[in-house]
């Protein structure tokens, strides 16, 4: 996420987020039509905020099987403004990955039951961190999560069935943005 950069892609060339658009009229009449606007990836709008702001912020994730860590950084600098620890609630469903797999395939709301419970962890996690700092949580642009192949098909909502049987074969197996 970029903001302020004089070298900008052309205005033309970017998409908008909807959320951003439903919003933009209005930001940019609050702001009296100056506002700052952080772009991802060099391609899309993300956020229109009305006048100049300051503060550019993300988060780092480790989805780890047993714990979930979160680092909360400062993206202009680099800086880690707040960290947060917590046990990885899908343990209560399975120790280890073939139990939390194996959960999804015999329950049927397994899947549902593991991606929420991490979800609304993180979700917790970030309040904390962004309280912490003395930032919103909308102030946070960008999240990048790690983690094992089987913490990935869960954070994301995808079955891990075909990670607990030969041939081994995730959904997915690179990186994806969302």
Known sequence: VRRGDPNLPDADSLSMDYSTLQTLSDTLRVGDFKATVSVWQDREIIRVEPGYAEGLYGAAVDIG???????????????????????????????????????TITNESGLETLHKAVIQTLNQMLKRAAKSASIKTDDILELVAVGNTTMHHLLLNLSPKHLGRSPFVPAIHHALDI
């Open 65 to 103: 099987t047993t714990t979930l860590a979160l680092y909360l950084c400062n993206l202009d600098n680099g800086d880690i403004l707040a960290a947060e620890a917590e046990m990885n609630p899908q343990i209560v469903y399975g120790e280890d990955i073939m139990s939390r797999i194996q959960y």
